[in-house]
């Protein structure tokens, strides 16, 4: 299983990006996806999460700002990033925990950087 992360990039302050997080291989189902960041210097930390039923739960300084979506039929999850300030800076992490034929574990994607600057 891989996960592919994708959307990262440079914009100004106010302004979005959209991520996606793209699973592949032998997959059954996937339970939760979401995304972390870290930032220089700094601890990683949970920016959005979500349920196989669309549950979303957010840290607390992007919500209003940032949406996660999921469409299952692809194995995909998206983060809506609006109203990007620089403290946004960071590398962005996919994470998903994939169940295969037998088991289930937690899977992540190489980090996309988002940087956010004037």
């Known amino acids: 299983v891989q996960l592919q992360a994708s959307g990262g990039g440079l914009v100004q302050p106010g302004g979005s990006l959209r991520l996606s997080c793209a699973a592949s291989?032998?997959?059954?189902?996937?339970?939760?996806m979401g995304w972390y960041r870290q930032a220089p210097g700094k601890q990683r930390e949970l920016v959005a999460i979500?349920?196989?039923?669309?549950?979303?739960r957010y840290l607390d300084s992007v919500k209003g700002r940032f949406t996660i979506s999921r469409d299952n039929a692809k194995n995909t999850a998206y983060l809506q990033m609006n109203s990007l300030q620089p403290e946004d800076t960071a590398v962005y992490s996919c994470y998903a925990f994939v169940w295969a034929v037998m088991s289930g574990r937690d899977y992540w994607g190489k980090g996309t950087l988002v940087t956010v600057s004037s």
């Open positions: 979500i349920t196989t039923g669309g549950s979303p």
């Open positions: 291989g032998t997959i059954s189902s996937i339970d939760t």
